[in-house]
C-alpha cells in the first residue's frame, strides 16, 4: 500500500522560509517521479513542483519558480521541499504525490496523493 506522510509545514511571516518532508512507503520509492502539489482555501489542487525518479531533474510552476527547490534522497524514501521567499499566497495545504512515472513532471494531472498533507500559513 503506498503510503505518503507530509510534514514540516507551519506558521511563517512573509520573507521566511520552510522545509517540507515526505516519507514515503510501501513502493519503490527511487522508480517513481514525484511532486509537491497545494490547495488553498477554497480553491482547486495547484502542481507546484516534480522531480524525476533519481532527482536529476526539476521542474517548477512560475509562480514558485527561483524561490522553492524540490529534492530527494532515495536512500531515505523522502521527499523534500524548501520554501524561501514565502508570501501571503503560498498559504495552502502541501501534499506530496507519486507518479506512475519516472521521468520529470511538469503541469501534470496524473498522480497519487494519498497523505494527509501539511499547512503553510504565511501570515505577519
Known amino acids: 500500500e503506498v503510503q505518503l506522510a507530509e510534514s514540516g509545514g507551519g506558521l511563517v511571516q512573509p520573507g521566511g522560509s520552510l522545509r517540507l518532508s515526505c516519507a514515503a512507503s510501501g513502493f519503490t520509492f527511487r522508480s517513481y517521479a514525484m511532486s509537491w502539489v497545494r490547495q488553498a482555501p477554497g480553491k482547486g489542487l495547484e502542481w507546484v513542483s516534480g522531480i524525476n525518479s533519481v532527482g536529476s531533474s526539476t521542474r517548477y510552476a512560475d509562480s514558485v519558480k527561483g524561490r522553492f527547490t524540490i529534492s530527494r534522497d532515495n536512500a531515505k524514501n523522502t521527499l523534500y521541499l524548501q520554501l524561501n521567499s514565502l508570501k501571503t499566497e503560498d498559504t495552502a495545504m502541501y501534499y506530496c504525490?507519486?507518479?506512475?512515472?519516472?521521468?520529470?513532471?511538469?503541469?501534470?494531472?496524473?498522480?497519487?496523493?494519498g497523505g494527509q498533507g501539511t499547512q503553510v500559513t504565511v501570515s505577519s
Open positions: 504525490a507519486k507518479h506512475s512515472f519516472s521521468y520529470t513532471p511538469y503541469y501534470t494531472k496524473d498522480y497519487y496523493r
